[in-house]
């Protein structure tokens, strides 16, 4: 039996939606990254970009589990003397709602081309609307 290789042109991307209201932070970025690198389909290809897009609503309704939303830290270094900026859970959810998932998922992804054009497959709104009603995405149960 010979191994299928995917071709660009062979592949087909479904868009999914997630709702991550009451969710947990691991698990949403865990189903997202999969969907985002294709592993659920049976054309899984680990060189060549082969996933489908996902949309995340609700995301500043996100939740950890335990300390973490005060003990977990992000750091971001402005490339300035100085500049390392460190913001926990809770901070950087009411500054910016939708980077603690996006930081989570692109952490899951290859950290290469690949993993960099997948991310741009990846839709995360605050809130319950988003612009993408025209790709009829099929919702994904987490």
């Not at 309704?61 to 939303?69: D, L, M, R, S, Y």
């Amino acid at each position: 039996m010979k191994t299928i290789f995917a071709k660009p042109n062979d592949v087909k991307h479904d868009w999914y939606i997630i709702d991550a209201s009451g969710q947990t932070l691991g698990r949403v970025a865990q189903k997202a990254a999969s969907v985002l690198r294709g592993k659920n389909k049976p054309t899984y290809t680990p060189n060549a970009e082969c996933g489908d897009y996902v949309v995340i609503i609700n995301a500043e309704k996100i939740q950890v589990t335990g300390n973490k939303a005060d003990d977990m830290k992000y750091r971001h270094y402005t490339g300035y003397v100085h500049g390392l900026r460190e913001y926990s859970f809770n901070e950087l959810l009411a500054k910016h709602p939708t980077d603690p998932l996006r930081r989570t998922i692109e952490g899951m992804l290859p950290h290469n081309r690949l993993g960099r054009k997948i991310s741009g497959n990846l839709k995360i709104y605050a809130g319950s609307e988003h612009p993408h009603a025209a790709q009829n995405p099929k919702p994904l149960e987490v």
